[in-house]
């Protein structure tokens, strides 16, 4: 049974699956904080056109994350927890989900800075490093 010594399968204690869900969502608001301050930054070197660029790349990453925290969250709650499987699809959805949104953007908006599309992008994926690096 779960939590039988030698089982290999000891369930976390309540106060580490509440913390794990703090980091992602923390890691949430760190990527908004990314999106909005890359964008402005560049909305000023570049102009309102650096702007939407960085928006769109930190959006294309930041989108994608947030559903998969949230659905990470709610499959918390059921009993047993996500599975590996589900995670490692959620996953493969997340950056085929970043991919489309990259593509779609390219075709909708010809008018794309790709310098500052790329660099709200990084910055916004390096961003939700932050949440495990700062203490809370």
């Given at each position: 049974?779960?939590g ?9 204690p ?7 869900k703090s980091?992602?969502?923390?890691a949430?608001?760190?990527q ?5 301050i ?5 909305g000023?070197?570049v102009g309102?056109?650096?702007a939407v ?5 930190g ?15 709610v ?5 047993g ?5 589900g995670?490692?699809l959620?996953e493969?959805v997340?950056?085929?989900a ?8 390219a075709k909708v908006?010809p008018e794309?800075h790709?310098p500052s599309?790329?660099?709200g ?7 939700s490093?932050?949440a495990f690096?700062?203490?809370?």
């Open positions: 049974a779960a039988d010594v030698g089982s290999g399968f000891e369930p976390l309540p106060v580490w699956k509440n913390r794990g980091i992602m969502f923390r949430i608001i760190f908004i904080w990314a999106v909005v890359t964008a402005g930054l560049l000023m070197f309102g056109h650096g660029s960085a928006a769109v790349g959006g294309a990453c930041l989108l994608p994350n947030a559903l998969f925290a949230l659905r990470l969250a499959a918390a709650r059921r009993p927890g996500p599975g590996v499987a995670f490692f959620g493969f997340k950056v085929a970043t991919i489309g949104i990259l593509a779609v953007a908006y794309m790709w599309m790329l660099l992008l990084v910055v916004t994926l390096q961003a490093f932050l690096w700062k203490k809370s």
